[in-house]
């Protein structure tokens, strides 16, 4: 594996008077750019006890951030951060418990190999791929991010399952930061199905397929994604959770 890059930028520091880059709600704020979305909205999200559904369906009341104008119209995912309370997380979930520790632990070593990146909420399917991991920091604390896909089976990397994640934690450790955006590369597939049932064969049956796959993207310039990951980052980094 590539070795995982730590990003060692200044912060920027958020303007007061821009207004219309400015996004706050609940004692969140961030800057958002006209490249990646046309506008933000914000809104608490009740509690989802493990009593109302399967375990990876559970959450406690927390905040939820969603972009429109997005420039990735066709994705199973949505445009999205979430700020879950860690505390009433663990709580109410052993296994989202389990990650957020994990997640502890990896920004607390930093380590070079990752065979496993903690995300929340959890998924009713496995990280079969991650490429282009990256430890950034943010306002008021830290996380790792990196491009991946989720899948119930071995099907080719494509463009309508791809996504950005960053994954981080306060510096006081009480909010964890899961932060979702669709990402697209012009090379990979539209969907899994677009690619005749033989090519697809013989991509998923190649040992290397995977591996191969995550180094050449690793390798790829940020701004040859849709939307740039350096804009994506650059939003990360202007988060603040003041409460």
């Known amino acids: 594996m590539q070795p995982i890059r730590e990003e060692t930028i200044s912060l920027p520091t958020l303007p007061v008077a821009q207004n219309d880059s400015l996004f706050s709600f609940e004692g969140v704020s961030l800057l958002h750019d006209p490249a990646i979305s046309s506008g933000v909205s ?22 939820k951030i969603v972009f429109s104008g997005y420039p990735v119209a066709e994705s199973v995912h949505q445009s999205v951060i979430a700020i879950y309370p860690t505390d009433e997380f663990r709580t109410m979930s052993e296994p989202s418990g389990k990650e957020i520790e994990l997640l502890q632990g990896i920004l607390n070593e930093k380590p070079n190999n990752l065979d496993k990146i903690p995300v929340l909420p959890l998924q009713n399917s496995a990280q079969v791929f991650r490429s282009n991991i990256k430890y950034i920091p943010f306002q008021n604390g830290s996380g790792v991010r990196f491009v991946g896909m989720n899948s119930q089976g071995i099907v080719p990397v494509n463009n309508n399952e791809l996504f950005y994640a960053f994954q981080g934690l306060t510096a006081d450790g009480r909010y964890y930061i899961s932060v979702i955006m669709p990402v697209n590369y012009p090379t990979l597939p539209a969907k899994w199905d677009s690619l005749p049932a033989e090519e697809r064969l013989n991509m998923v049956q190649n040992p290397q397929y995977l591996s191969d796959l995550a180094a050449n993207l690793s390798a790829q310039p940020e701004n040859s994604f849709l939307p740039d990951l350096a804009k994506l980052d650059a939003l990360v980094q202007s988060i603040v959770v003041k409460q």
């Open 42 to 63: 914000g809104e608490v999200m009740p509690v989802k006890p493990l009593s109302d559904g399967p375990y990876w369906d559970v959450n406690p009341e927390f905040r």
